[in-house]
C-alpha cells in the first residue's frame, strides 16, 4: 500500500511538472495591466498554454529583469524595453510596438469634475485642491513633475502629494477620500469604479507613453511568447485597447 501511494504522488509531480514548464510568464507595466487581463484568456488559446502575468510599475519590473529573474516577455514603456535591449536582457528582433495611453485626471466618483482644459485651470485645480496624488515609480511621475515646475507651483503642492510606492493606492487614496484628485495613465483609472475620469493633461502637458513588448533574451518559451506578443499587436485585440482607455498601435 505504501509503496503504491508513494508511486501515485511521483505520478502526480510528474503530470504538473510539465504544465508549469509550459507557462508563458509575462512582466506587464500597470498601464497596460488592464488590457492584458482583458486578453488572457485569448492569448492562452491563441498559444495553447497556459499565462502567468505579473503587473507593477515599469521602473520595478525593469530591476527584477535587471536582477537575472526568469521570464518570457516583458510589456513596458518603450524607453525601459529598448534600454534592456540594449543591455542584453531583450531580443531586440521580437520588440514590437503595443499601444499608447495618455496621462489623465480623476476625483472621487460623484464629486465636481474641476477644470483641467488649459494651463491656467489646471494650475488653479491643484492649488484647490487639499490633497492630491500620483504613483512614486508611475511612468508618468516625470511628466507630471515637469508640469508642476513649468506651472511653478511644486513647491506649493509638495506638501500636500501623497506619492505611494504601491501600485493601485493613488486611485484608492481618492476613492478612500484621502486624496482630492489623482493623475495617472487613463487605463490605470478607469478600472476603478470609485473614481472618475476628469480628461486628459492640457495638450501642453500631454505626453502619451507609448508601450512595447519584446521576448527574453534567454526566455524558456520563446516561440509561444512570440506568438502571444504577435496576436496582441493584431487587430483582433484592438477593440480591447481602445475600451481600457488605450489607443492600439
Given at each position: 500500500?505504501?509503496?503504491?501511494?508513494?508511486?501515485?504522488?511521483?505520478?502526480?509531480?510528474?503530470?504538473?511538472?510539465?504544465?508549469?514548464?509550459?507557462?508563458?510568464?509575462?512582466?506587464?507595466?500597470?498601464?497596460?495591466?488592464?488590457?492584458?487581463?482583458?486578453?488572457?484568456?485569448?492569448?492562452?488559446?491563441?498559444?495553447?498554454?497556459?499565462?502567468?502575468?505579473?503587473?507593477?510599475?515599469?521602473?520595478?519590473?525593469?530591476?527584477?529583469?535587471e536582477a537575472g529573474e526568469a521570464f518570457d516577455a516583458a510589456f513596458?514603456?518603450?524607453?525601459?524595453?529598448?534600454?534592456?535591449?540594449?543591455?542584453?536582457?531583450?531580443?531586440?528582433?521580437?520588440?514590437?510596438?503595443?499601444?499608447?495611453?495618455?496621462?489623465?485626471?480623476?476625483?472621487?466618483?460623484?464629486?465636481?469634475?474641476?477644470?483641467?482644459?488649459?494651463?491656467?485651470?489646471?494650475?488653479?485645480?491643484?492649488?484647490?485642491?487639499?490633497?492630491?496624488?500620483?504613483?512614486?515609480?508611475?511612468?508618468?511621475?516625470?511628466?507630471?513633475?515637469?508640469?508642476?515646475?513649468?506651472?511653478?507651483?511644486?513647491?506649493?503642492?509638495?506638501?500636500?502629494?501623497?506619492?505611494?510606492?504601491?501600485?493601485?493606492?493613488?486611485?484608492?487614496?481618492?476613492?478612500?477620500?484621502?486624496?482630492?484628485?489623482?493623475?495617472?495613465?487613463?487605463?490605470?483609472?478607469?478600472?476603478?469604479?470609485?473614481?472618475?475620469?476628469?480628461?486628459?493633461?492640457?495638450?501642453?502637458?500631454?505626453?502619451?507613453?507609448?508601450?512595447?513588448?519584446?521576448?527574453?533574451?534567454?526566455?524558456?518559451?520563446?516561440?509561444?511568447?512570440?506568438?502571444?506578443?504577435?496576436?496582441?499587436?493584431?487587430?483582433?485585440?484592438?477593440?480591447?485597447?481602445?475600451?481600457?482607455?488605450?489607443?492600439?498601435?
Amino acid at each position: 500500500m505504501r509503496i503504491n501511494v508513494i508511486a501515485a504522488l511521483a505520478a502526480a509531480m510528474a503530470f504538473q511538472a510539465p504544465a508549469k514548464d509550459n507557462e508563458v510568464r509575462l512582466f506587464v507595466s500597470n498601464g497596460v495591466k488592464a488590457v492584458m487581463e482583458e486578453l488572457k484568456p485569448q492569448c492562452e488559446r491563441t498559444i495553447g498554454r497556459p499565462v502567468v502575468m505579473e503587473f507593477g510599475p515599469t521602473a520595478a519590473l525593469k530591476r527584477r529583469i535587471e536582477a537575472g529573474e526568469a521570464f518570457d516577455a516583458a510589456f513596458l514603456t518603450m524607453e525601459a524595453i529598448d534600454s534592456l535591449i540594449q543591455e542584453g536582457k531583450l531580443a531586440s528582433g521580437t520588440r514590437a510596438i503595443v499601444g499608447r495611453a495618455a496621462i489623465g485626471v480623476a476625483v472621487r466618483m460623484g464629486a465636481p469634475k474641476p477644470d483641467i482644459k488649459t494651463p491656467e485651470g489646471m494650475k488653479q485645480t491643484l492649488l484647490k485642491m487639499n490633497s492630491i496624488t500620483y504613483a512614486k515609480e508611475g511612468a508618468s511621475r516625470a511628466d507630471i513633475d515637469k508640469m508642476m515646475d513649468r506651472l511653478g507651483i511644486a513647491a506649493d503642492v509638495k506638501s500636500k502629494t501623497l506619492l505611494p510606492e504601491e501600485s493601485g493606492q493613488p486611485q484608492r487614496n481618492v476613492e478612500q477620500g484621502k486624496s482630492d484628485l489623482v493623475m495617472t495613465l487613463i487605463p490605470e483609472i478607469l478600472p476603478y469604479h470609485g473614481i472618475q475620469l476628469v480628461g486628459p493633461l492640457p495638450p501642453e502637458f500631454q505626453n502619451v507613453q507609448t508601450f512595447a513588448a519584446s521576448v527574453a533574451a534567454k526566455a524558456d518559451n520563446a516561440e509561444a511568447a512570440k506568438a502571444l506578443i504577435k496576436f496582441v499587436t493584431g487587430p483582433t485585440a484592438a477593440p480591447t485597447f481602445k475600451a481600457k482607455g488605450m489607443e492600439a498601435h
